[in-house]
């Protein structure tokens, strides 16, 4: 089958102008348009056909919904923009016509309730909800619509429903257990003030690894943090301003707030990380390009978008499977933040 690349070496042109020929756009010399045209005809060039989206009516309306409680977690961190890409990716794949809502608790139990039945009352085959500030109970509206969904970012406990996440405690033991394998004895969990399930399950790995490793850190170890980049900031200068004792290292919850601590310890004339190591999680694109750049656990989020949609697509074609629980598992990037000691 001839290709645009073929076309391209004989005619001595780039493909991106075999392209621009091809699609009719301007920018093209009429007589590289003609020698490109030549080619086309001597090589019996037949554009593939394109691949039509089905008309709207013809498509399933799949809906992903951003539940906000207080919206300082979801907010104040790109995390979420890369889940729904990977949402988006997926999609298309499935020519889903993807929609996005936000629900936000705070205009009450029946302005939810009645946002709710709008959207499974419009046609909506299926919901992804992105679960990461809501209680289980919060849920129940949901669930009542009776549109098949797939929750997101949450462990859940006694919510029999399709779920896709992260291995939240997995990670923060990973992380914990590394700053021991380092030489740090002394290791401080930076915990964030605003509660929500993956925070408490970050505690959760990190209490694990300080009490199996016999480590002095829990329970005097636990600092509570502003969740905002800028809150974590604050918090972290009135910790030093106070002559609050650190310990030789930190797990912060989330890259957020480790970044906000970092900018205060930095301005302190602490050094990091000779003076007090520092960890994040979720690998957001600015750890690595703070000073120094954060060591962190890194979320595969993109493919945690992908793999809602796929579990909707599973259920929307067999729906009386039973449901799954996916965690998609959570690595370490080791950066400039720590060293061995």
């Given at each position: 089958?001839?290709?645009?690349?073929?076309?391209?070496?004989?005619?001595?042109?780039?493909?991106?102008?075999?392209?621009?020929?091809?699609?009719?756009?301007?920018g093209i010399s009429e007589e590289t348009?003609?020698?490109?045209?030549?080619?086309?005809?001597?090589?019996?060039?037949?554009?593939?056909?394109?691949?039509?989206?089905?008309?709207?009516?013809?498509?399933?309306?799949?809906?992903?919904?951003?539940?906000?409680?207080?919206?300082?977690?979801?907010?104040?961190?790109?995390?979420?923009?890369?889940?729904?890409?990977?949402?988006?990716?997926?999609?298309?794949?499935?020519?889903?016509?993807l929609l996005i809502s936000y629900i936000?608790?705070?205009?009450?139990?029946?302005?939810?309730?009645?946002?709710?039945?709008?959207?499974?009352?419009?046609?909506?085959?299926?919901?992804?909800?992105?679960?990461?500030?809501?209680?289980?109970?919060?849920?129940?509206?949901?669930?009542?619509?009776?549109?098949?969904?797939?929750?997101?970012?949450?462990?859940?406990?006694?919510?029999?429903?399709?779920?896709?996440?992260?291995?939240?405690?997995?990670?923060?033991?990973?992380?914990?257990?590394?700053?021991?394998?380092?030489?740090?004895?002394?290791?401080?969990?930076?915990?964030?003030?605003?509660?929500?399930?993956?925070?408490?399950?970050?505690?959760?790995?990190?209490?694990?690894?300080?009490?199996?490793?016999?480590?002095?850190?829990?329970?005097?170890?636990?600092?509570?943090?502003?969740?905002?980049?800028?809150?974590?900031?604050?918090?972290?200068?009135?910790?030093?301003?106070?002559?609050?004792?650190?310990?030789?290292?930190?797990?912060?919850?989330?890259?957020?707030?480790?970044?906000?601590?970092?900018?205060?310890?930095?301005?302190?004339?602490?050094?990091?990380?000779?003076?007090?190591?520092?960890?994040?999680?979720?690998?957001?694109?600015?750890?690595?390009?703070?000073?120094?750049?954060?060591?962190?656990?890194?979320?595969?989020?993109?493919?945690?978008?992908?793999?809602?949609?796929?579990?909707?697509?599973?259920?929307?074609?067999?729906?009386?499977?039973?449901?799954?629980?996916?965690e998609v598992r959570t690595t370490l990037?080791?950066?400039?933040?720590?060293?061995?000691?």
């Amino acid at each position: 089958m001839v290709q645009i690349k073929d076309i391209a070496a004989k005619a001595g042109v780039s493909p991106a102008t075999v392209s621009l020929v091809l699609n009719n756009k301007p920018g093209i010399s009429e007589e590289t348009r003609n020698a490109v045209m030549r080619v086309v005809q001597d090589l019996g060039y037949t554009r593939p056909k394109a691949r039509r989206t089905p008309p709207a009516e013809q498509q399933q309306n799949v809906q992903f919904i951003i539940y906000k409680k207080h919206g300082m977690v979801v907010a104040d961190t790109p995390f979420f923009a890369y889940v729904l890409e990977g949402v988006q990716i997926q999609a298309r794949k499935y020519g889903f016509n993807l929609l996005i809502s936000y629900i936000d608790e705070r205009a009450g139990a029946e302005a939810v309730r009645q946002q709710i039945q709008r959207i499974t009352q419009s046609g909506c085959k299926g919901m992804l909800l992105l679960a990461t500030e809501i209680e289980e109970e919060g849920l129940k509206p949901f669930l009542e619509s009776g549109v098949p969904m797939v929750v997101v970012d949450i462990r859940l406990q006694n919510c029999y429903r399709d779920t896709v996440t992260m291995t939240t405690v997995q990670g923060s033991y990973l992380a914990t257990h590394y700053l021991a394998e380092c030489g740090y004895r002394k290791i401080g969990h930076l915990q964030s003030r605003v509660v929500i399930q993956n925070f408490v399950d970050r505690h959760t790995g990190y209490e694990q690894a300080i009490r199996e490793l016999s480590l002095s850190g829990y329970p005097d170890g636990t600092f509570k943090i502003g969740s905002t980049a800028e809150k974590a900031y604050m918090d972290m200068k009135e910790l030093l301003a106070g002559g609050t004792k650190l310990p030789q290292a930190f797990f912060a919850d989330n890259d957020v707030i480790a970044l906000g601590a970092l900018r205060a310890l930095n301005e302190a004339g602490e050094k990091v990380p000779q003076d007090v190591a520092i960890v994040g999680f979720d690998d957001i694109p600015m750890s690595a390009l703070s000073t120094p750049p954060l060591t962190t656990v890194r979320v595969e989020k993109i493919y945690i978008g992908r793999a809602a949609v796929d579990r909707l697509a599973a259920r929307l074609e067999e729906p009386d499977a039973p449901c799954m629980k996916l965690e998609v598992r959570t690595t370490l990037v080791v950066r400039g933040s720590t060293q061995t000691v």
